[in-house]
């Protein structure tokens, strides 16, 4: 029996469009672009400033084409809304204030925001478009002295914190989309948890493009001061269009001496259709800094949606004795492209990288890993671990590991495992002559496959990621 | 930095108008005009620079600088008997080619050995002998698809190589050695030596490619090796690099494998201060297997740069390969193995491993295992390691009496031992041997 083939995949269930009135600025992107977007936010000057700097010299820079293992059409960046936002009044005291519209939307995604509904134990800032709509439980966090609010907010409210760390780990000329990020970025999250506090739920930030014509640039800040300790996560939905969005993110984290940050991301935007037709191209840059001495940032990424996913959430180990983890599923199916991986740059004393990462790769879709462990000369002692591996449904998809290691210091120890393989017909047959359905033992292998990315995820994202998991394989075998 | 490059090509130029006035008696047409179109694309093309991401962690920059030329005439080249004697193998005394800074010298190669029917001869031998054409396919097969400035320049300075036929069916006995010797009578020499080796159908034989040097003059060494395994065919390919310290050295080996063919190659690199070896296997057929495994072995001064593809182009074949790397002082080893599978390989088998020790603080490694799968049915692996001596095995040692140097020593050949143990040829095992030992010593002492 030759069973492993190809066939339909299951609907998209976030496809739909929020029909609400925006604000949105017109097309195109100028250095007057810059000066709007960051007038109607209000803006200090040092703002703008930041902003102007890394437009010009995202002007000078090249699209990194060349390096990834992904293709694509020319983006046209001057066919793109840089600002959108749901018409609503300016500033919004509670939640009732919120555009029931908006409200109906999240709820239909699974995010009630709503007092009562809200998801017991995490707190919830969703950004619509271009803009932060609510965040929930801020006076509960206040009490803690944690901070958790939109960029635009944080901007406005703690300007010192803010300028202090905002670029420090992405520098606003880092790579092409983080300098385009830091010149239109619209809104985020803003986290900070004072020293020695642990924070008492998980924050979670849900981002929502609705603008088809829009790119999504939000930027997100994480400082965790010393001995405090956070876990945040991070969802993402689009409605179906046949149009490509941009989506440009970028993360920052600090973690100081004695900090830990907890860093999951559930990434299901619009995946195209199984022609590749439309889709978000998802182009981030994610980086944390271990500054502090035992400090540790770990990110976890399940990575499903997406037309074009080119993403590479890293640790700098600067801080001794500093751990950065980095748990990765990444499913791609029909003509998704994924190149994603991490990077670990061990620079202090006795640092620590663990990187897990396993590709499913299905359809006709093309699944990169790529990674760098470098380990500088002053890190002594410094370990890494790397396992990827990867596995292919269907003669037509492809996975390709692609691990730079860089080694200048002889106490270092790093080490690299990668393999290929696809489901086995005895795994398959073994499970289904225990009455198990072939689709269920799929999704059984694939779960048992991602089962060390899997047990990082907070509990409630764990459940999402396997049921996505299995959605998106859903007759893919027959 | 242009100007740098132009003056270089113009005199890449002048030695190469020189050249070609030397050899144009007894040179065919077809050979002149295939190195006008190579000096044409190496000038094109220009020296790899640390932007392309081949050449990414390997700057040629010393080569570029430095003003080689082509040996001089034949007539001036003052090896003698006694020279070479340390650079042969035994096993293969009497099957022989010897080429002394890039020019072929008849009277130290010795053909006794080979069996009837088995052709290896010197280029300008094989251009007017009996099988021109298939060495001509064979060169201008390679012209068509050098990918860099490199092997452009090797054909554009076409002229001393090494041809090899072993007929179907005709196992060789003898290993067959091809030794390239430098000597410091003239320095700053280019040689360009050119391997055609064709194994046909159901033939066997082993082939040992040796780069060495008596001195310890700057040269450079930029060669161009090409396989192609019939059928069936079994080629047990050595290649031992042990140029001089000072010494520049860029070679290519490409092997073409038919079906349910075998090749074995290992790869011992030892000498020059920048060394770069890129391997190329394309499994051609069905059912082929092969074995690239290597030994790099560098200290302060040395830098040594690996690049090798599996190309698995059909389905059913199976690859090996293992290389270790031993870095001493203030040295840099790069390893990057690619394995492709094409969509139609199913069936494919790879295996990929690379593992390092640096034994000094100053040494580096970079190393970038690559896998590329576009079939489902396949099972592949690759694995990278670097690091240093285990602290519980040199404590077990010293446990058991030994002095730490002594445990740490024991342990570096015992790290190398798997790619030494693999060698079959006794005298190229002894002088492995002898250079892990000597090196160690060595670090006794200082």
């Not at chain 1, 300790?229 to 941009?246: I, R």
Request: charged share 25%; hydrophobic share 40%; with cysteine.
């Amino acid at each position: 029996m030759s069973t492993i083939e190809l066939l339909a995949n299951q609907e998209y269930k976030y496809g739909f469009v929020t029909d609400i009135e925006s604000d949105a600025i017109p097309k195109g992107l100028t250095e007057d672009t810059v000066r709007l977007i960051s007038s109607k936010k209000d803006e200090p000057e040092w703002m703008l400033e930041f902003r102007l700097k890394a437009y010009r010299h995202w002007l000078t820079m090249r699209e990194p084409k060349h390096w990834p293992n992904i293709t694509y059409p020319e983006i046209n960046y001057q066919d793109v809304v840089y600002y959108s936002a749901p018409k609503q009044k300016a500033t919004k005291a509670s939640l009732d204030e919120v555009d029931p519209e908006l409200l109906r939307t999240f709820e239909k995604l699974g995010i009630p925001l709503t007092e009562q509904k809200q998801l017991a134990g995490v707190a919830v800032d969703a950004v619509f478009d271009s803009v932060s709509v609510a965040t929930t439980y801020k006076e509960k966090l206040k009490k803690y002295g944690v901070i958790f609010c939109s960029f635009s907010e944080a901007v406005r409210e703690y300007p010192e914190i803010v300028k202090k760390y905002l670029g420090s780990v992405v520098p606003t000329n880092d790579n092409y989309f983080a300098a385009l990020n830091s010149a239109v970025f619209t809104d985020g999250s803003f986290v900070f948890i004072p020293k020695g506090v642990r924070c008492p739920m998980d924050l979670s930030t849900y981002f929502r493009i609705n603008n088809q014509e829009s790119g999504q640039f939000e930027r997100t800040l994480i400082v965790a001061e010393e001995g405090s300790h956070v876990s945040y996560l991070e969802g993402c939905t689009a409605p179906k269009f046949d149009k490509n969005q941009l989506h440009a993110a970028v993360v920052e984290l600090i973690a100081l001496d004695d900090a830990e940050i907890k860093y999951s991301t559930v990434q299901n935007w619009y995946a195209g259709d199984e022609e590749g037709k439309g889709g978000i191209y998802n182009f981030v840059t994610k980086r944390g800094k271990c500054a502090g001495r035992n400090s540790k940032i770990s990110w976890t990424q399940v990575e499903t949606g997406s037309a074009i996913t080119w993403k590479y959430p890293s640790c700098i180990l600067l801080g001794e004795n500093s751990v950065g983890e980095f748990y990765s599923v990444a499913l791609t199916n029909h003509a998704q492209q994924a190149d994603t991986g991490t990077k670990m740059i061990h620079i202090g004393k006795n640092t620590r990288s663990t990187i897990i990462s396993k590709g499913i790769s299905a359809g006709k879709s093309r699944n990169s890993y790529r990674g760098l462990v470098k380990v500088l000369a002053g890190a002594e002692g410094a370990r890494n671990y790397t396992q990827c591996d990867s596995m292919l449904i269907g003669s037509k998809s492809g996975a390709n590991t692609f691990p730079y290691i860089e080694v200048m210091n002889n106490t270092a120890r790093v080490e690299h495992e990668a393999t290929t393989s696809r489901i086995s017909e005895e795994q398959l047959f073994y499970l289904q002559q225990r009455g198990i359905s072939q689709e269920d033992a799929v999704s059984l292998i694939i779960n048992g496959f991602c089962k060390e990315v899997f047990r990082e995820l907070p509990m409630e994202f764990a459940v999402e990621a396997q049921r996505l998991l299995g959605m998106k394989l859903e007759n893919s075998v027959g | 930095m242009m100007s740098q490059a132009t003056k270089e090509k113009s005199q890449y130029r002048s030695a190469f108008e020189e050249f070609a006035k030397q050899i144009a008696q007894g040179e065919p047409l077809w050979a002149a005009r295939l190195r006008e179109g190579a000096m044409d694309r190496f000038e094109a093309k220009g020296f790899p620079t640390t932007d392309l991401e081949d050449w990414k962690y390997t700057n040629v920059a010393p080569i570029v600088r430095a003003a080689f030329r082509p040996a001089s005439n034949k007539a001036g080249s003052p090896a003698q008997p006694e020279m070479i004697d340390p650079s042969i193998y035994t096993e293969a005394a009497r099957s022989r080619l010897v080429f002394v800074n890039g020019v072929y010298s008849p009277e130290l190669s010795s053909l006794e050995a080979l069996p009837a029917g088995v052709v290896l001869a010197d280029f300008a031998t094989a251009f007017t002998g009996e099988h021109a054409d298939l060495l001509r396919e064979s060169v201008e097969q390679n012209a068509a698809h050098d990918e860099d400035a490199f092997a452009a320049l090797n054909t554009a300075f076409l002229r001393d190589g090494a041809f090899l036929l072993i007929p179907k069916g005709v196992s060789v006995e003898a290993p067959i050695l091809l030794l390239f010797i430098s000597t410091s009578a003239d320095p700053d020499v280019l040689s360009s030596p050119r391997v055609v080796v064709v194994a046909e159908r159901d033939s066997a034989a082993t082939i040992i490619e040796s780069y060495s040097a008596s001195g310890d003059a700057v040269y450079f060494t930029n060669a161009v090796v090409d396989i192609s395994l019939g059928d069936n065919a079994r080629v047990t390919h050595y290649k031992v690099q042990d140029e001089s310290l000072r010494a520049f050295h860029v070679a290519s080996t490409r092997a073409e494998l038919g079906r349910g063919s075998a090749y074995n190659l290992t790869t011992i690199t030892l000498g020059a201060q920048l060394s770069r070896h890129g391997i190329e296997v394309l499994f051609e057929q069905e059912g082929a297997e092969c074995w690239v495994d290597g030994l790099y072995m560098v200290g302060t001064g040395q830098h040594a740069d690996t690049h090798s593809l599996i190309d698995h182009r059909k389905a059913h074949c199976t690859s090996h390969q293992n290389y270790k790397g031993i870095l001493d002082g203030k040295s840099r080893a790069v390893f990057n193995g690619r394995v492709f599978v094409h969509r139609d390989a199913q069936q494919t088998d790879a295996m990929q491993s690379n593992k390092n020790l640096l034994l000094s603080t100053e040494a580096r490694v970079d190393t970038k295992p690559q896998l590329e799968i576009y079939a489902d049915d396949v099972k592949c692996a690759h694995g990278a390691t670097v690091g240093q001596l285990e602290e519980e095995e040199l404590f077990y040692l010293a446990s058991r009496g030994l002095h730490a140097n002594l445990a740490r020593n024991l342990l570096t050949y015992g790290f190398a031992e798997e790619i030494v143990d693999k060698i079959k040829i006794g005298s190229i095992k002894a002088q492995l041997d002898e250079a892990i030992l000597n090196r160690l010593h060595a670090r006794l002492e200082a």
